[in-house]
Structure formats: structure tokens, C-alpha cells
């Protein structure tokens, strides 16, 4: 039997990762979902923000299941991002999706197949 001393015992223990025959595993809620298809948040002139699913074709970039990024509040972008289903964000549905001319286009983050939705 083994036993604890009081020190062992309140001891806490915050482990954010830990390696095993030489691979580093990381707790599965702190990994962000990773883009796998063509879905992405399009950051556009004017500040429009829209997130859909990409395809790019004659100079113009078509987004279906569109939705527009309407609002956001003391989360920052990359908030936004990492949770858009937030409180603090307004997602708006786009049903007819969206058609952007390429050269409006200020950035691009592809994210993953759900987003927004």
C-alpha cells in the first residue's frame, strides 16, 4: 500500500501535456478543430466579414452555406474564430449565399466544415 504525505496530497497538478515513447500528447479540449474542406471566413472590403463554404472561379468567389458575421464584442477576431458560437457574436444566416469579387477580398481563414453554422 502506498501512502501520501499531506504535501503530496495538495498538491496541484496542472499538466498540459505529456509525452509518451517520445510522442506529445495534448488534453483534447485545448486543440482547435482543423479545416478540412473548403469552408473559410472571408474578410472583405469595408469590413464585411462572411464565412461559407469557398469555391473561386472567373474573378469572383461564391460562398454556399453563406453566413455573415454581423457583430461581435469584447472577443476580439480571433475569438470569433476560435468559438463563433459565442454569445458575444452575431452570426447571420446568408441562405442565397454570397458572391464577392476576388479583388475585394482582404484575408481569408479556412475553418473547419461547421463553422458558423
Known amino acids: 500500500m502506498t501512502y501520501l504525505t499531506n504535501e503530496e496530497r495538495n498538491m496541484n497538478t496542472n499538466i498540459n501535456t505529456i509525452t509518451i515513447n517520445g510522442v506529445d500528447y495534448v ?3 485545448s486543440v482547435q478543430p482543423v479545416a478540412t474542406g473548403t469552408r473559410a471566413v472571408i474578410v472583405v472590403d469595408r469590413g464585411w466579414v462572411f464565412a461559407g463554404d469557398v469555391t473561386r472561379n472567373d474573378g469572383r468567389i461564391k460562398l454556399s452555406r453563406a453566413v455573415w458575421v454581423f457583430r461581435w ?4 477576431f480571433d475569438g470569433v474564430i476560435a468559438n463563433p458560437k459565442n454569445t458575444k457574436v452575431t452570426i447571420k444566416p446568408m441562405p442565397q449565399g454570397v458572391d464577392i469579387p476576388e479583388g475585394a477580398e482582404i484575408f481569408c481563414v479556412p475553418v473547419a466544415d461547421d463553422w458558423g453554422l
Open 73 to 76: 464584442e469584447s472577443i476580439g
Open 27 to 29: 488534453r483534447a479540449d
